[in-house]
């Protein structure tokens, strides 16, 4: 499968949720609401649920499953209520000690007037520095689409999970073959450049595990099953040892030389 | 090379214009200033921080100029001026991209970390260079950032940041995302020691910078008229076909909208951050 191809499946419509991953791996989903500052963000969704015997937060970006929920949802792009909604539901996960959970899906944080004037910049800034902080277990899963600061701002994690066909970039391959080739069209090979796959993704380190595309209730079992193994793990450990895992985790991503 | 080709973008515009002089004019005595028309003498604008004497419109400055400008006389050691970027994701062209920022920056990198004293107190600082692929943040300048701020926390020491950058570099992948993580983390830790961040943002700001280390200071300045976001003006003019307000984005924008503790003209900002050191010193 070329790159692109991966993009596209990613994209897929008919592709399953993070919905569909709360409803199908967790019990008892109660959604949560607002970022208690300037409104709910629908393209993001929150709460607490159960898994096994253990209370977890859980929160995923949620793109809609048909026309009209997509538009409602945004299309999955996030404003920075969202993301400080987000951010509220971590930091009471952390309170009662119990994990998060995110499921990442975006093609980017939202761009527009409203999401600049409310400081899009400054809301994934301090998602991102409160995570690599935060005193519990986080285990986040790219289902789909990973695109740039929108999608990093829930994918600060102790592990990084990526199912096989979905992808995670710094921007769209249409952006990157934009600026530097000077046309869209370029997409296909500016996909391959960027290396976004989930195979590219477990060579740099940047995810931990991939997650095998079978049908989906294979797929939500297999997630169940690595999930509780992995929150067994990480619960094990106090909350100073989680941050310095997460610190460690990404303080060893990327490379340079000397002159 | 990048100086001939037409600007791509308003970000790309803001970094080439800098104190280019106006190619028209044979004669360099004069720049003209492209928010008041004024022509200015080329040697006092250098002699006022390259800010015009007519309508305080602030012109680019290099990072060698901006420490020059910011710490005291002689106090400045540079830190990892060596490390340079190896292309880590196997990226098409892009060695020959980073020859060709060394050669229009005269540096090895978008980012000069260091140790210094301002206003007589010792703090760490760093500046982005504009001028390196537009101070875009690939994987050395997440390492150069973070390794100051894990000296200053072991030190004890204040940081002083300037920021300057079109965002993350995308021939870099998705590893110079994962620097926004990096960076913030090292910014954490150096909080968590309540030690002091100034973040100075400058002429543009944008895209992952704004959504990492520049947003996260305990007190964020700006020079005036500087454009600070995350997503440009341009790419929201296009995806969402809104007319933006006049003065969107801009540092004044900021201030209204509460994201940022104050707007300080370049000439002053040396004294505004000695007497915010001393007040945490
Ligand atoms: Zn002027």
Redo the contacts between chains.
């Keep these: 499968m070329k790159a692109i191809e991966y993009v596209y499946a990613a994209r897929a419509k008919g592709r399953c949720t993070s919905l569909d991953f709360i409803s199908n791996i967790f019990t008892d989903f109660i959604e949560l609401h607002g970022d208690r500052r300037f409104a709910d963000d629908k393209a993001i969704v929150g709460g607490l649920a159960r898994f096994g015997n253990m209370t977890v937060t859980v929160i995923g970006i949620e793109k809609g499953q048909d026309t009209r929920s997509r538009i409602d949802r945004n299309f999955g792009s996030a404003h920075p209520e969202g993301y400080r909604k987000a951010l509220r539901l971590m930091k009471q996960a952390e309170k009662f000690r119990r994990p998060v959970i995110c499921f990442v899906d975006t093609s980017g944080?939202y761009?527009?007037?409203g999401?600049?004037?409310?400081?899009?910049?400054?809301a994934?800034?301090?998602n991102?520095?409160?995570m690599?902080?935060l005193k519990t277990p986080i285990i986040s899963i790219l289902i789909g689409e990973g695109g740039?600061?929108g999608a990093?701002?829930l994918a600060?994690a102790n592990e990084v999970w990526m199912l096989e066909k979905a992808v995670?970039?710094?921007?769209s391959p249409e952006g990157?073959a934009s600026?530097?080739y000077?046309d869209p069209k370029m997409a296909e090979k500016a996909a391959e450049?960027?290396?976004?796959t989930s195979d590219?993704?477990l060579k740099?380190g940047?995810v931990d595990k991939i997650i095998s595309e079978s049908p989906r209730n294979i797929t939500f079992h297999i997630i169940r099953n690595e999930l509780s193994s992995a929150l067994r793990r990480l619960c094990a450990l106090s909350g100073e040892e989680l941050a310095e895992q997460?610190?460690k985790r990404?303080?060893v991503?990327?490379?340079?030389?000397?002159? | 090379m990048f100086q001939f080709r037409k600007p791509?973008n308003e970000l790309e515009l803001i970094l080439r214009n800098g104190n280019k002089r106006t190619p028209s004019i044979p004669d360099e005595m004069f720049t003209y200033c492209p928010s008041c028309k004024k022509a200015i003498l080329t040697d006092e604008l250098a002699d006022n921080a390259n800010i015009c004497s007519h309508c305080g419109y602030h012109f680019y400055i290099n990072a060698r100029m901006r420490i020059h400008l910011t710490v005291d006389k002689d106090s400045f050691t540079e830190l990892d001026s060596?490390?340079?970027?190896?292309n880590?994701?196997?990226?098409?062209g892009y060695e020959m991209k980073l020859q060709s920022a060394k050669l229009a920056s005269s540096e090895?990198e978008a980012v000069i970390t260091g140790i210094c004293t301002i206003a007589g107190v010792r703090c760490a600082i760093f500046v982005m260079e504009g001028k390196f692929m537009m101070g875009s943040m690939?994987?050395?300048v997440?390492?150069k950032i973070?390794r100051l701020f894990e000296t200053a926390t072991e030190q004890k020491l204040p940081v002083v940041g300037f920021t300057v950058s079109g965002g993350?570099r995308?021939q870099?992948?998705?590893?110079?995302?994962?620097?926004?993580?990096?960076t913030?983390?090292a910014?954490?830790?150096h909080g968590?020691s309540r030690l002091l961040y100034i973040a100075v943002l400058t002429n543009p700001t944008t895209?992952?910078v704004?959504?990492?280390?520049?947003?996260?200071g305990d007190i964020i300045l700006s020079e005036p008229d500087a454009l600070?976001?995350?997503?440009g003006p341009r790419?929201?003019a296009q995806?969402?076909s809104?007319k933006?307000?006049s003065g969107?984005?801009k540092a004044e924008?900021l201030l209204q909208?509460?994201?940022i503790d104050a707007i300080v003209r370049r000439d002053e900002l040396r004294n505004v951050i000695g007497k915010l050191l001393m007040m945490h010193s």
């Design positions: 944080a761009c527009g007037i999401a600049e004037e409310r400081g899009q910049g400054q994934i800034s301090e991102i520095m409160e690599m902080d740039s600061g990093l701002a600060v995670y970039s710094v921007i990157c600026i530097l000077k450049d960027l290396k976004l590219d993704m740099f940047v997460r610190y990404y303080r991503l990327g490379s340079h030389g000397t002159v | 791509r060596e490390m340079q970027s190896i880590v994701i196997g990226f098409p090895n690939g994987t050395v997440g390492e973070t993350a995308m870099e992948g998705i590893l110079s995302l994962m620097q926004m993580a990096k913030n983390g910014v954490s830790r968590k895209g992952g704004t959504a990492s280390f520049a947003m996260a600070i976001c995350f997503a790419v929201i995806t969402t809104q933006l307000p969107f984005q924008f909208k509460g994201f």
